[in-house]
């Protein structure tokens, strides 16, 4: 199926992390994203990179070669978007910026993606995913009580705030564009995205609902019923049993429910005596055994698979929540559309596969891609 960004192309300046993660989805959706690559292509983008590069064309193009910046204007003009994620400055040093672009089509949308944002004190200075999400508090508010914080992986910062956001802002300047004709400058920054992520702790804590020691509140391991625990064959299980009603089968099913300690809930002094006859509890059954008496049910219960394990589960593969593509599991395309649907990921194509392809289809003459090729302003595979 075509998807719901059918008919939009993106130009995407090749990098890493959060902008090809933004490339993916807008191409799961069915957008074409054009990849500018660098000729002979950027040796750190492609580490672990493969599924984040899926489904796009790649035109190697040369953007130190006046020439090459000129193809890239061109491609421009037929194109409804395009995204970068440089430091901010380079892109216009480069002769390929918001001004330049959009001098050739109004209506283009041109996304930024950034750590700090194109503007303020830390704008200009390297960082990753790790120090965005320091900086807007989240990584504080990561990990067990007394002990230090935890990075998530880079998943706030890169793909969530940064990657995720980006694509939002695409979709969100592209429904502009489309009504009223202008184009626009979006700049997508991890640590605002990261900031937005975070806004309902802000907000609990405004309300006295949430506490700045991390490890102490509801939703970050503070409570008893919000955890993971170990089992005899050392796996773990995830318990959520939050409102009152799956709080109460919980312990049922784990034949805590006559311990008149549990009975209020609220009591935070008490949470690390009954965490700790939660763990007695689970520690006596196997992963497998807990499946039995809890998974399907209204606990609010889940085993903690392992990366190899997930794409297996049976839910997973009853929706189809992974691919096989490239030679192993991928995600599929997400959200799902009852009448867009989505169109197959294809896996990463080579650097410059399609350089001569797209400059014809936007117009070039043989001629001319010939002398873009023989001047390295332009590359092919």
Request: overall charge negative; some cysteine.
């Amino acid at each position: 199926m075509a998807g719901p960004l059918e008919g939009f192309t993106i130009l995407e300046l090749a990098g890493i992390g959060p902008g090809p993660f933004c490339g993916m989805m807008l191409a799961d959706m069915g957008a074409t994203v054009v990849r500018i690559d660098r000729p002979g292509g950027n040796a750190g983008a492609m580490v672990g990179h493969s599924v984040l590069n899926r489904s796009r064309q790649s035109v190697a193009v040369n953007l130190k070669n006046p020439a090459g910046v000129e193809v890239v204007l061109k491609l421009c003009e037929g194109a409804d978007g395009l995204f970068e994620g440089n430091r901010p400055g380079v892109t216009e040093r480069l002769g390929v910026g918001p001004d330049d672009c959009l001098a050739r089509n109004p209506k283009l949308v041109y996304g930024r993606m950034t750590g700090w944002g194109q503007e303020g004190p830390m704008a200009h200075v390297a960082g990753h995913d790790i120090n965005y999400i320091a900086l807007a508090g989240a990584l504080h508010a990561i990990g067990r009580a007394g002990d230090k914080p935890v990075p998530p992986i880079n998943l706030i910062g890169d793909f969530g705030g940064g990657g995720m956001l980006l694509a939002y802002g695409m979709v969100c300047g592209l429904l502009r564009a489309q009504k009223t004709g202008e184009g626009d400058v979006i700049d997508a920054a991890m640590i605002d995205g990261t900031a937005a992520l975070m806004g309902m702790v802000h907000g609990s804590m405004a309300q006295g609902f949430w506490n700045d020691e991390r490890g102490t509140n509801p939703l970050d391991t503070g409570s008893h019923y919000y955890d993971t625990y170990e089992t005899a064959d050392g796996r773990w299980i995830s318990l959520g049993s939050i409102e009152p009603q799956f709080y109460s089968l919980m312990l049922d099913k784990l034949e805590l429910a006559d311990d008149p300690d549990f009975a209020n809930v609220l009591d935070k002094t008490q949470w690390p005596n009954l965490k700790k006859k939660i763990t007695d509890v689970i520690a006596t059954k196997t992963r497998d055994d807990w499946d039995e008496i809890m998974l399907g049910t209204d606990v609010c219960y889940a085993p903690v698979l392992s990366l190899e394990e997930a794409p297996h589960d049976a839910h997973n593969v009853a929706r189809g929540t992974f691919i096989d593509l490239d030679g192993g599991p991928q995600h599929a395309p997400a959200p799902r559309f009852a009448n867009a649907g989505a169109p197959d990921p294809f896996p990463q194509k080579p650097v410059g596969v399609d350089t001569v392809e797209v400059l014809a289809g936007a117009g070039f003459a043989q001629d001319e891609i010939d002398r873009l090729l023989e001047s390295g302003a332009i590359a092919t595979a």
